[in-house]
């Protein structure tokens, strides 16, 4: 089969002029490119590169043009964690890099009082439950009113209580203890949450796909499927939907239906599998059960669109209670691991 030749320049998007590029520049700066690169951009511009066929010389010589034009007539760059990163690692310690990347990814703020205040709720409150009550009434002496009224709210309520008066009878903190705390926030909690930030791409783009309607999702799906299957396995894996519901135990079933919107649970339901709807039946009052069920049966047709939402918004109160501790989702198969 003879190799297609491109021949108009106009017809190139941005993907196939970078391998054009890379591949005139001689495999030395190509590899050097490479390696300021992710996997996932290496593989693409790889891919393009090998279904390139015959680029003609007017082409090449069009696309240094432009280039050459862009970079003298804008001067702009775009910069990321990443690549900064790699930058950094070409000129400074690995320890280093850590140090610096760590300060620039943690939450905003000077002090490390208004880093904290950039901190949800509920994370911190998960790490300060696990302190001293001396330590953690400290805290919330220096961070704002309403955030530590929030973080109050999600410690356990023995804990929060001792906290409460361990702040009320406390003097003024010696600055060397001050300085002890800011310490152990900085290397046990701000670090991990510097790390942490770097999230799996794969588990944003689930967490994308369960906020897509039920079209376009498979419609997504589908289409990833055949150009990144492993991707897409690993996608699927990730997310979580109406239907997992079922790997819920009895108390989070019980913890869902409390918390969840008495509007919307009826329109849910509608739209859900018999295994789903006898779930929630069943660990409901007898009274309760009965009175869903008729609401159920009284709202005549529903909009799929109706559905998809109101079961989105009972997946959110789920996610919610689990991020709290007060739901567990049991993992696929017998290992029953958790999703965090």
């Given at each position: 089969?003879?190799?297609?030749?491109?021949?108009?320049?106009?017809?190139?998007?941005?993907?196939?002029?970078?391998?054009?590029?890379m591949l005139s520049i001689g495999e030395e700066h190509t590899a050097k490119l490479f390696e300021?690169?992710?996997?996932?951009?290496?593989?693409?511009?790889?891919?393009?590169?090998?279904?390139?066929?015959?680029?003609?010389?007017?082409?090449?010589?069009?696309?240094?043009?432009?280039?050459?034009?862009?970079?003298?007539?804008?001067?702009?760059?775009?910069?990321?964690?990443?690549?900064?990163?790699?930058?950094?690692?070409?000129?400074?310690?690995?320890?280093?890099?850590?140090?610096?990347?760590?300060?620039?990814?943690?939450?905003?703020?000077?002090?490390?009082?208004?880093?904290?205040?950039?901190?949800?709720?509920?994370?911190?409150?998960?790490?300060?439950?696990?302190?001293?009550?001396?330590?953690?009434?400290?805290?919330?002496?220096?961070?704002?009113?309403?955030?530590?009224?929030?973080?109050?709210?999600?410690?356990?309520?023995?804990?929060?209580?001792?906290?409460?008066?361990?702040?009320?009878?406390?003097?003024?903190?010696?600055?060397?203890?001050?300085?002890?705390?800011?310490?152990?926030?900085?290397?046990?909690?701000?670090?991990?949450?510097?790390?942490?930030?770097?999230?799996?791409?794969?588990?944003?783009?689930?967490?994308?796909?369960?906020?897509?309607?039920?079209?376009?999702?498979?419609?997504?799906?589908?289409?990833?499927?055949?150009?990144e299957p492993d991707s897409a396995e690993k996608i699927r894996s990730l997310m979580f939907t109406?239907?997992?519901?079922?790997?819920l135990d009895p108390a989070s079933i019980q913890a869902v239906i409390r918390a969840a919107d008495?509007?919307?649970?009826?329109?849910?339901?509608?739209?859900?599998?018999?295994?789903?709807?006898?779930?929630?039946?069943?660990?409901?009052?007898?009274?309760?059960?009965?009175?869903?069920?008729?609401?159920?049966?009284?709202?005549?047709?529903?909009?799929?669109?109706?559905?998809?939402?109101?079961?989105?918004?009972?997946?959110?109160?789920?996610?919610?209670?689990?991020?709290?501790?007060?739901?567990?989702?049991?993992?696929?198969?017998?290992?029953?691991?958790?999703?965090?």
């Amino acid at each position: 089969m003879a190799l297609r030749v491109r021949e108009d320049y106009r017809t190139l998007n941005g993907t196939e002029k970078a391998a054009i590029f890379m591949l005139s520049i001689g495999e030395e700066h190509t590899a050097k490119l490479f390696e300021f690169m992710d996997d996932d951009e290496i593989m693409e511009i790889s891919q393009t590169m090998a279904n390139l066929g015959k680029v003609s010389a007017s082409v090449v010589e069009r696309l240094f043009v432009d280039f050459a034009e862009q970079m003298s007539s804008t001067g702009s760059l775009v910069g990321t964690m990443d690549s900064t990163e790699r930058l950094l690692e070409r000129v400074l310690g690995k320890d280093k890099v850590n140090s610096i990347m760590e300060e620039i990814r943690g939450p905003a703020g000077r002090t490390m009082w208004e880093k904290l205040g950039n901190v949800s709720e509920e994370i911190l409150a998960s790490f300060l439950q696990k302190e001293y009550p001396q330590t953690v009434s400290v805290v919330m002496t220096k961070i704002n009113p309403d955030h530590a009224a929030r973080v109050l709210t999600l410690l356990p309520e023995g804990f929060a209580m001792e906290v409460i008066n361990r702040m009320l009878k406390m003097e003024a903190v010696q600055k060397d203890v001050l300085d002890d705390i800011e310490k152990t926030l900085k290397i046990e909690f701000m670090s991990n949450l510097a790390k942490t930030a770097r999230r799996d791409s794969h588990e944003m783009m689930a967490e994308i796909f369960n906020c897509l309607d039920r079209s376009a999702e498979a419609r997504f799906m589908e289409s990833l499927e055949e150009i990144e299957p492993d991707s897409a396995e690993k996608i699927r894996s990730l997310m979580f939907t109406f239907e997992d519901l079922s790997r819920l135990d009895p108390a989070s079933i019980q913890a869902v239906i409390r918390a969840a919107d008495k509007d919307k649970l009826p329109t849910a339901l509608k739209g859900a599998t018999d295994t789903i709807k006898d779930l929630f039946f069943s660990n409901m009052s007898e009274r309760a059960s009965k009175i869903l069920k008729e609401d159920i049966a009284a709202m005549g047709p529903v909009k799929l669109k109706d559905v998809e939402e109101s079961q989105m918004a009972i997946v959110n109160v789920t996610k919610d209670l689990e991020a709290r501790g007060e739901v567990q989702i049991a993992g696929d198969g017998d290992d029953d691991q958790l999703i965090y």
